[in-house]
């Protein structure tokens, strides 16, 4: 006989998951119902019953499969900055749409061209729930970018932090902004900071 029991561990549970531990259609709207799943699409659901640390990450993979952690949310992710961002930042490619956007928590939707966006994106977990992030020197790429955005005394505090890092790779920065068109900026803030 298949386990009907919520798992406590999980934040997350597919459909499919639901199903393959023999919950029915019926069964799992019914668990909707009274609160014990909380239906984000039709293809994820949150479990009520989880008992572990809450990751807002994970809420990226229900609504946006393909958003990638980028900016702000990429640095505090890497402990390059002290500010705390009051949304998550995610990437989508331009022709992507998310379909569904949840109150919270809050997302703010950053929408790259395609060579941005393919550019660096790793697989990261928090220990609660996996999803996709730009790895450091993309992160700090992008924050130049976007700088006047992001602000300078921001930008300035994460370019400060990456380059304290032991396990900085300032060939794979310098390629990165290359390719993002923003070669000048990065030399101007290595020549002032190292």
């Known amino acids: 006989m298949l386990n009907r029991v919520l798992p406590r561990n999980r934040q997350f549970l597919t459909a499919r998951e639901l199903q393959g531990q023999g919950f029915s259609h019926y069964i799992i709207n019914q668990m909707v119902a009274d609160g014990n799943l909380v239906k984000l699409n039709n293809k994820v659901y949150e479990n009520t019953a989880y008992t572990g640390d809450a990751s807002d990450f994970g809420y990226i993979a229900a609504y946006a499969p393909k958003g990638v952690v980028c900016l ?15 949304g998550i930042d995610i990437a989508i490619e331009r022709s992507m749409k998310i ?49 006047n955005k992001i ?10 932090n990456y380059l304290s890092l032991p396990d900085r790779n300032l060939n794979q920065l310098h390629r990165y902004a290359e390719i993002l068109g923003c070669k000048k900026i990065l030399s101007t803030y290595l020549e002032v900071l190292l």
Do not use: C, Q
């Open 99 to 147: 379909s569904t956007i949840p109150d919270w928590p809050t997302f703010h939707v950053w929408y790259f061209s395609k060579k941005r966006y393919e550019s660096g994106i790793n697989t990261a977990s928090d220990g609660t729930a996996e999803f996709l992030v730009y790895d450091k020197e993309k992160t700090v790429a992008d924050i130049l970018s976007y700088r």
């Open 151 to 160: 602000g300078i005394e921001e930008t300035k505090e994460i370019i400060t």
């Open 72 to 86: 702000m949310s990429a640095a505090r992710f890497y402990n390059l900055t002290t500010f705390l961002p009051d």
